[in-house]
């Protein structure tokens, strides 16, 4: 006989419509649950997220279907992906039945659940309800029982743990019973392609046939409202990111990574700049309330929350959500409190590891934006003076722009002003012009130029801050203003490539000036240096071998996806890596970004010490990076941490330039 079962045993045909009727109601309370939170997220502003929709629904399909960003931690990733494709086989089994039952075999007489195909059928569905259990099992001692620090628990987790147990339970006990009165004695070859089913079959050996069939029928109907009930409940549950998380995919930011708006300063219908209440951010910054799972990934990784102070990405999207929610016109920056808003590094590590694509870093900064233009309020009074002397001079440190290209005298650079020809124009930025230390890492970088034939340009005197820690401050206007400043003169010199030392820098020029209308390319120098590498331009000398460890800044890492080059240049050099446990996409931050390099850490421990005491833990002498921030955040970390002696920090550019 071919291999096959009766659909619907037992179950009173005459009660089917009974089924599909509450069976449509469920799906018509879920769908109005969500109808119902529309209101909620259109309380924000306006926001393009339905362009280039092919694009969109592909990510949208890879992100759910593949649990790619959820697999990137791996025990609880590898344990919810296990438990999504197994729930997701059972549902897709359920919808097979329905199509035979009422569309296939009624319309054209056509029965598929049989033979061969039945048989992968039914070992597939088993196979993916045993794996549910066992993974939520695993998702179960991992929240109840092992507790990781500061994983928030909350009703939902009780009732989604209980229901889908529960569901999955009965399924098998289902089966059982069907299998106990039918197969197991009758086709016992069939029975052990339901593996699940067969190893609860015994708990009935002893019952009767009206027992089974009873038993069999009371839990088929619990079964199925379990099902329902469990439908029902999604939107008004974290159950919702069942089909929030997926369309979070399809609205993803498709520009840049770090992309932040252009404020238009010039609308005079313009009443408030940034965000001071819930309505006043986007609705999908509403909407990543509904998308967080409270999975705490983000927490874990920021730097801040590592280091003691109170900043939780996490929390602060729980607390915008509850805001739109609750008083959606009341004070968001003190409801999120400014000291948290000013933590933020913006180091974008919260983002990176988010596996529903919540956008944590730009909702802060529309706050800071609000404290800083509405406001007037900046960190401390460090901040404040600094903000002056960027207005007065140009820089942070209130020092003469006059002096701005005083490091590269007696060096092949050129001023733009002087007419002289050059190759390529280099962008300073304030700390290589400036501070003693990074002034090392421009005459490095100025060296290693001119030994490869490429003569460099500056603005000298003409140049002003790229506007990046001011506008990561909330201070847009000032931002712009430099900005500005500097794209008028690089156009008018006709500059055709800009190269940097600074990420910061790179990322805003490369990036957000596009805005204001640069379209010159625009390089930082690790990559611009393995270019000329790879051209045969750049001829190093062979010396000894030396022992590292490499940090990835976070705005070439993270944000521009910069990793191998610099490692590549290092192991040209010579050089021995060992990596920190943080590195790469998961480095660390060093404390200085987000404009937080202007501002004093009041609160719990320095970042840049918790970042060397990393550095020092691979027992490597140096630790080489690629950023002026970073090399002041770092000195500064070894003094404050005690490493003095125990740990060198250089630039990539200094090794290079000792090698020509």
């Known amino acids: 006989m071919e291999a096959t079962r009766e659909i619907y045993w037992n179950v009173n045909h005459g009660f089917i419509w009974v089924m599909y009727l509450f069976a449509l109601l469920a799906v018509g309370g879920c769908a109005w649950g969500f109808w119902s939170r529309l209101p909620l997220y259109r309380q924000g502003k306006p926001l393009e997220r339905l362009d280039r929709l092919p694009l969109r629904f592909k990510l949208m399909v890879q992100g759910a279907l593949t649990q790619a960003k959820v697999l990137r931690v791996q025990v609880p990733g590898t344990l919810h992906a296990f438990f999504f494709w197994g729930f997701l086989l059972l549902f897709i089994g359920t919808l097979l039945i329905m199509l035979q039952v009422d ?138 990111h069942l089909f929030t998380d997926p369309a979070n995919y399809l609205f993803t930011d498709l520009r840049p990574k770090g992309a932040i708006a252009t404020i238009d300063l010039e609308d005079e219908t313009a009443e408030q700049f940034g965000a001071a209440k819930a309505t006043d951010l986007a609705w999908k910054d509403i909407y990543d309330a509904d998308a967080c799972t409270l999975c705490k990934r983000c927490q874990d990784r920021c730097p801040a929350w590592h280091t003691e102070k109170p900043l939780s990405p996490m929390r602060v999207v729980q607390q915008v959500g509850e805001m739109a929610l609750n008083e959606p016109q009341g004070d968001l920056c003190r409801y999120i409190t400014e000291e948290v808003l000013w933590d933020c590094t913006t180091c974008r590590a919260c983002q990176e590891i988010c596996p529903v694509d919540i956008e944590h870093v730009n909702k802060i900064l529309e706050m800071r934006r609000n404290l800083a233009l509405m406001e007037g309020k900046f960190p401390g009074d460090e901040v404040r003076t600094a903000m002056s002397n960027y207005e007065v001079n140009g820089n942070p440190f209130g020092l003469a722009w006059a002096e701005r290209g005083a490091w590269a005298e007696g060096l092949d650079v050129v001023t733009l002003e002087s007419g002289e020809p050059f190759d390529v124009m280099y962008f300073v930025g304030c700390y290589a012009s400036f501070d ?35 506008r990561k401050l909330g ?44 379209e010159v390319p625009v390089s930082h120098y690790t990559t611009f240096l393995a270019e000329l590498a790879d051209q045969g331009r750049l001829k190093l000398s062979p010396g000894e071998r030396f022992d590292c460890t490499y940090h990835d800044s976070c705005y070439i890492g993270r944000y521009a996806d910069i990793f191998e080059p610099p490692r590549e240049m290092l192991q040209r050099l010579g050089g021995s890596i060992t990596e920190m446990d943080r590195n790469r996409l998961e480095s660390f931050c060093c404390g200085g970004g987000g404009g937080r390099i202007l501002a004093e850490e009041k609160v719990g421990t320095r970042i840049s010490v918790a970042r060397v005491q990393m550095a020092g833990e691979t027992h490597a002498p140096m630790l080489v990076s690629n950023c002026p921030f970073c090399l002041t955040m770092f000195e500064d970390g070894i003094k404050t941490g005690g490493l003095e002696g125990d740990l060198a920090v250089r630039d990539l550019a200094e090794l290079v330039a000792a090698r020509l």
């Not at 421009?442 to 790229?466: H, N, P, T, V, Y």
């Open 103 to 240: 569309f296939t075999a009624p319309l054209a007489g056509w029965t598929f659940l049989k033979g061969t195909f039945y048989k992968a059928y039914s070992l597939t569905l088993d196979l993916a309800g045993i794996i549910a259990i066992l993974m939520l099992a695993g998702l179960f001692v991992r929240r109840f029982l092992v507790r990781p620090p500061a994983l928030p628990t909350k009703r939902d987790d009780y009732l989604a743990h209980a229901l889908l147990f529960t569901i999955l339970v009965t399924g098998f006990v289902v089966e059982a019973l069907r299998m106990a009165a039918t197969e197991v004695h009758q086709n016992p070859e069939l029975a052990r392609l339901s593996p699940g089913g067969l190893l609860l079959t015994p708990l009935f050996a002893g019952m009767s046939l009206a027992g089974i069939s009873a038993t069999h029928k009371a839990l088929w109907w619990l079964h199925f409202f379990l099902a329902m009930g469990f439908i029902i409940v999604i939107p008004w549950t974290k159950l919702r």
């Open 436 to 470: 003693r230390r990074n002034k090392e890492v421009a005459k490095a970088f100025a060296k290693i130029c001119s030994a490869a034939g490429i003569r460099l340009g500056i603005l000298g005197k003409e140049e002003k801050c790229c506007g990046e820690p001011p």
């Open 475 to 518: 201070n847009e206007y000032l931002y712009q203003t430099m900005a500005q400043e500097n794209i008028e003169r690089i156009k008018g010199y006709g500059v055709q490539r800009i190269v940097t030392t600074c990420p910061h820098c790179f990322n805003t020029l490369a990036r957000d000036y596009r805005d204001l209308g640069l």
